[in-house]
């Protein structure tokens, strides 16, 4: 599979919200948690596996080079550990050159990869299995031969920290210089940070040059509202995209808890998602709980994995990550903004929280309702006379019209479902805009997820 045209290089849009190809296209992130794929997974999975994710609307995949699960010492599927003797400053060729193919093969779908140097455990072994391996000195040298090896590998994305913040000077140390060592060869790709639970990466390295995106990771908590994070993530200064690299996994026990009790299931992960994007950010990760170890027969399941990754790419929501794009990606949706005050008081709109959005022409308002309940929307906020509204169903992506309304007046909305699991998307725009947009989404909705 040889694809002549390489994946355009990423960046940050000029208002410093977004991402944007180089040739300034609206990127919408939608990545996938595969930290273990690299490390379990041979050639012909990780095909699978991609093509999966494209055909459900992935742009992105999140994994890692040395890997949290007995990454240094267990060999990939053809037998290779990825370092000499531990030595960061010793990669290990074969290893690096299946990566090298994975890395190509992403490209040629059209997947970026989002890699971690390292998983957290190797350079702050607060908890998992370690060992330490990393100095300053190795750390530069191990993030120089990174750099220069994929710094003509357009489809990169490079990911710090890896579920870890830096709990002493070293730490810090030692991902600085990992960084710079990156930088120094490839200064052209993008750079982020992924921190562990409830921490946004601009609280620990917010002022280092190399951040160009802001990440965070929530929990795995059932109706954790991670738009929290998301809206003090996009109020940090500076200014840069966010993204929630690590939301609640699909399938997961709620709060990781050792029982197995309650999982989190599609539309815990589509609260997540949504949440997210009414808050203002640059696209969304989502996870499965067997797809991130790749638990497969043979393996100790973690965290009550018990479905073959090969069957948890299959889970229901995963499918609906894409449909959600599909809907934004049919929309103006870089030049929406979140605008809580759209919708007027209430009980269930404040406690339930429905959000909002409205476009930088004052011609389109959106709605989440995250459990169905029904809303007042201030329409007189927009600036034309006239406007449609539909339902968008984050379920199955139906979309069914709700009436036409003049705008000088609030109007109570009533979606069509309620409770768990019933959540909806409310679609309101200029008559003339939303029958274009009709035509273009049932265009887009044709194509296969």
């Not at 605008?339 to 959000?355: D, S």
């Not at 201030?378 to 705008?407: C, M, N, R």
Request: hydrophobic share 40%.
């Amino acid at each position: 599979m040889e694809n002549s045209i390489p994946l355009p290089l990423l960046k940050i849009s000029h208002d410093r919200r977004h991402l944007v190809t180089e040739d300034n296209q609206p990127f919408f992130w939608l990545g996938d948690t595969a930290w273990e794929m690299i490390h379990r997974l041979n050639n012909e999975e990780v095909l699978l596996y991609l093509q999966d994710r494209v055909a459900k609307g992935f742009n992105v995949v999140q994994t890692v080079l040395l890997a949290e699960l007995d990454g240094l010492d267990s060999p990939n599927a053809y037998g290779h550990q990825p370092l000499i003797d531990y030595n960061p400053a010793q990669p290990n060729e074969p290893y690096f050159q299946y990566v090298d193919e994975i890395i190509r093969l992403a490209g040629d779908l059209g997947i970026y990869i989002a890699l971690l140097p390292t998983w957290g455990d190797k350079f702050n072994k607060a908890w998992g299995q370690g060992p330490e391996i990393f100095s300053r000195e190795n750390a530069r040298l191990y993030g120089e031969f990174l750099g220069k090896r994929y710094a003509q590998s357009s489809n990169i994305v490079w990911v710090m920290g890896g579920d870890r913040t830096p709990s002493a000077d070293e730490h810090h140390a030692i991902l600085q210089a990992m960084a710079q060592g990156i930088k120094k060869e490839d200064p052209n790709h993008l750079m982020t940070y992924h921190p562990n639970g409830g921490k946004l990466a601009s609280d620990w390295v917010g002022t280092e040059d190399w951040l160009d995106v802001d990440m965070f990771q929530t929990r795995h908590q059932s109706g954790f509202k991670e738009y929290k994070f998301t809206r003090r993530a996009v109020n940090a200064v500076p200014r840069r995209p966010v993204i929630d690299g690590e939301p609640g996994y699909e399938n997961i026990p709620n709060l990781l808890n050792k029982w197995n009790l309650k999982r989190l299931d599609a539309a815990d992960v589509r609260k997540s998602a949504y949440w997210n994007m009414f808050a203002g950010a640059a696209g969304h990760t989502y996870g499965c709980n067997e797809v991130w170890q790749m638990h497969d027969r043979g393996r100790t399941p973690l965290f009550g994995a018990y479905l073959l990754w090969k069957e948890a790419i299959h889970l229901p929501g995963s499918r609906q990550m894409g449909l959600m794009k599909k809907l934004f990606e049919s929309l103006p949706w870089q030049r929406l903004y979140p605008h809580q005050e759209l919708v007027a008081p209430g009980f269930f709109a404040r406690f339930t929280k429905t959000l909002a959005m409205v476009s930088d022409q004052k011609n389109m308002i959106l709605v989440y309702s995250p459990y169905g309940r029904s809303f007042r929307l201030k329409l007189g906020a927009l600036e034309v006379k006239k406007v449609e509204a539909y339902w968008f169903d984050p379920v199955d992506g139906a979309i069914s019209e709700a009436a036409q309304y003049s705008t000088h007046r609030t109007i109570r909305f009533k979606p069509p479902t309620k409770n768990h699991g019933k959540d909806v998307v409310l679609v309101v725009w200029d008559s003339e805009q939303s029958r274009k947009w009709m035509e273009k989404y049932s265009r887009m909705r044709e194509q296969r997820i």
